[in-house]
């Protein structure tokens, strides 16, 4: 059984940086590849990042690209997403997932687990 756990959330000011982790347990993530969502309030889903366990490659959704930065700890089996010049606009509550396969996808569907989530707000 996979579990996700998501830390790292709360508040603060635009331009201002946090650091999300994801803790995985349940399986060895070698062949996993590991997202971010997020979901504002009334919209839908949407994806901001992803990490391919093995290998560590990256794919970010536009709006975030030289912003945001995720990574892994293979040895602590924790993926984080750092997140810096934060703006009111990436407020949301923010959810890892996982998948099987060594390869990037965005869409919600194709990720089989998800963690809990965890609030970020931005205020302007």
């Known amino acids: 059984q996979v579990q996700l756990v998501e830390s790292g959330g709360g508040l603060v000011q635009a331009g201002g940086s946090l650091r999300l982790s994801c803790a995985a347990s349940g399986r060895t993530f070698s062949s996993y590849t590991m997202g971010w969502f997020r979901q504002a309030p009334g919209r839908e889903r949407e994806f901001v990042a992803s990490i391919v366990w093995r290998g560590g490659s990256t794919y970010y959704t536009d709006s975030v690209k030289g912003r945001f930065t995720a990574s892994r700890d293979n040895a602590k089996s924790t993926m984080y997403l750092q997140m810096n010049s934060l703006k009111p606009e990436d407020t949301a509550v923010y959810y890892c997932?996982?998948?099987?396969?060594?390869?990037?996808?965005?869409?919600?569907?194709?990720?089989?687990?998800w963690g809990q989530g965890t609030q970020v707000t931005v205020s302007s």
């Open positions: 997932a996982a998948r099987s396969g060594n390869y990037h996808v965005t869409r919600v569907s194709d990720f089989d687990y």
